[in-house]
């Protein structure tokens, strides 16, 4: 959770930018305990309801994005960011005369299909200086009935007398709020609805954004167990869908309090744990009401152990997955704060998969992601069947070891690679646990322990070798351009990558070969 703030803050495009990219890892490294100390659940009682606790509704009241004094809720005004580049698209039919020898170009593309053979509906638009060349971007020509003709849509322009709301407190960046469009969205199995998004233009440190902000949010107060919340439901980054959508982001604060801060929102389809009991929620497509579902089954425990080492403090957070939703890992503490990393935790029963784990292991720190490589296949996602392994029941711990043998899985060059000399190879290795189908996103012991790769021929001799260091998806690679004029045997070599990750007392030292033909023409 990020640090609650309740003065204004003015952070630069940059900062945002980077704090989007990296809110994921800002969380969970917050959630990293000071010291390492090991912390036993203060109650093995933590998960259950109160008593009696039963699904209540309670009613939300739309508010204007504009009129919520607070900064704090930055990802909300935001909006869903899409990149303009000044190439035209040659999707588009007709484009109108543009004033403006620079215009820009882009396309919103939401996942809502007009037809069944598309899987997402295309709106493209262009955005004109109306005075002359350098005057400022003031026309906005979005194809609201995306039929690829940018001249049939009303105009979008400026509003002469904008008020200073919509615009965010960065500094030194220049912004163009447009008037707003309503894009219709489905709403329920008949019919769709308009979702009213204020376009915003602005600079980030790739170029130009134009941000669709969805203009209105929902907020209202909700009671769990025997205390008040404060709740805001509303669209951070992604128009994911009206506020019955699974990831349209729910707000929970302590009523009275502190006021909304980046950690406070997950998606809607998240578990919650919330006063030691876990709750989930659900709301209307208009977000008038939200329900809310208190956690009254069964638990199980979730354990870290070390196996066959010698290891001493060992705690685990972060959250796991099941087909339905993400639930949270670690001992409640108070509200406010974030979830405590610990040696054990209850869950309700049911089968998981890793979202991103974080475990202490002594002075080790490793950070562990659902993998999403195949072999030869970099960021394989959308071909992998996620396994739900992690079987969490009532009458045994399920212990997470790490006693599975690991391995080095090549994403890149896949097995049979040739490369020519003088072109670039470019490896991307991530260390796995087959067993879990999990891979490491990044190992630290006093320094992050970033993986090595040499590059050999057969007798051994070193032609490259280098650092692969860890990254966000798990590695962030290594490449070598191979030299015009290294010398091979015949037309064509065969040479031995090697990378080597030293984990320390997690698996020891483990190594992965994959071989390549490098080849003179
Ligand atoms: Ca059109």
Redesign the pocket.
Known sequence: MATRNSGRIAPSARTVLLFCATAAVFICTDRTPAGGQTKEPPSTAQGQPPANELDRTFTLEEVSLFDLDDQQVMGLRLGHWVRCTEAPDPNVV?YPTFKSQHPLYGTLSLPYPPDKQSSSTAYRFAIDESGTTGQGYDRLY????????????KILAVPKDPADRPILGFRGTQQVCFETVAIPLPFDAQSSHPLELMPRLMGSPNGKVLGFVATKARKGQIQLGDRKYDVLLGHVYVLAGWFDNPRVTLYVVPAGGERFGWGDGNPLAYTQKINGTFYRFSATPAGDKLTVHPYAGPLGTLEVGPGDRKIGTMLISGSLRTATTTVPLGIWVADGRPLEPARSCKLPVGDYRLDHLTVQMDGLSAVILNNYYSDGKPMDKRNRQNTYGIAIREDKPFVLEFSSKPQVLFALPASDHRVKRGQELSVKAVLIDPALDVMFRYLKQGQQLDPKVTITRANGEIVAQGVMPFGSDGTRGYSWRVPNDLTLNGNGETFTITVTYDTRDLYGTVIGNRELVVYRQ
């Open positions: 007709a979005f194809d609201l009935n995306h039929d690829g003709d940018l001249t049939n849509d």
